[in-house]
T-cell receptor, first 113, second 117 residues
């Protein structure tokens, strides 16, 4: 069975500082990997996805993530965070493109002025 | 484009009653929809996969007789929580895939908060 681990429950970052959110997955083959953001009162929004090709993927809102097969990781990064980035971030994996997602427990991002 | 709505956004019901939650794809036809459950400050857990015109596929541990899923059309899937109990209180979220859209993307609804008293 596939699983996702997000080791950081909370992360606090100063506005303008860089950000890295960690995600490790467990899956036998090459997985389909996703990062979603959830803001209060809003549905989950896809930031980026990886399923093949270039292991460094660019997403919306200035986010990027790098797939590292050797480390079973798919960490999310942003060079400079904005106060509006405060939200819950979920890493997810699927065995196939049409499968339901297995989510990590999420990382709550706090931006301090 | 690719908007998914849910109705109601929140509902309170008494223990023992049933409640129906609707998930609609507003501007595309969704052959596959998914239902997730999210406990407070926790992750989303996949409950079932719903395919239009066929029976839903439930994840292990999800009671199919308690959580009835119907995907009667290409734009509507419903989740009925039967004989609800306080432990069914949760945030229920649906998602849909758009066959005509970017590959491997699911579009999520805003969720429905269910409180059983």
């Amino acid at each position: 069975a596939q699983s996702v681990t997000q080791p950081d429950i909370h992360i606090t970052v100063s506005e303008g500082a860089s950000l890295e959110l960690r995600c490790n997955y467990s899956y036998g083959a090459t997985p389909y990997l996703f990062w979603y953001v959830q803001s209060p009162g809003q549905g989950l929004q896809l930031l980026l996805k990886y399923f093949s090709g270039d292991t460094l993927v660019q997403g919306i809102k200035g986010f990027e993530a790098e797939f590292k097969r050797s480390q079973s990781s798919f960490n999310l990064r942003k060079p400079s965070v904005h106060w509006s980035d405060a939200a819950e971030y979920f890493c997810a994996v699927a065995g196939g493109g049409a499968d339901g997602l297995t989510f990590g427990k999420g990382t709550h991002l706090i931006i301090q002025p | 484009g690719a908007v998914v709505s849910q109705h109601p956004s929140w509902v309170i019901c008494k223990s023992g009653t049933s409640v129906k939650i609707e998930c609609r794809s507003l501007d595309f036809q969704a052959t596959t929809m998914f239902w997730y459950r999210q406990f407070p400050k926790q992750s989303l857990m996949l409950m079932a996969t719903s395919n239009e015109g066929s029976k839903a596929t439930y994840e292990q541990g999800v009671e199919k007789d308690k959580f009835l899923i119907n995907h009667a059309s290409l734009t509507l899937s419903t989740l009925t929580v039967t004989s609800a109990h306080p432990e069914d209180s949760s945030f229920y979220i649906c998602s849909a895939t758009n066959p005509g859209g970017p590959v491997y993307e699911q579009y999520f609804g805003p969720g429905t908060r269910l409180t059983v008293t």
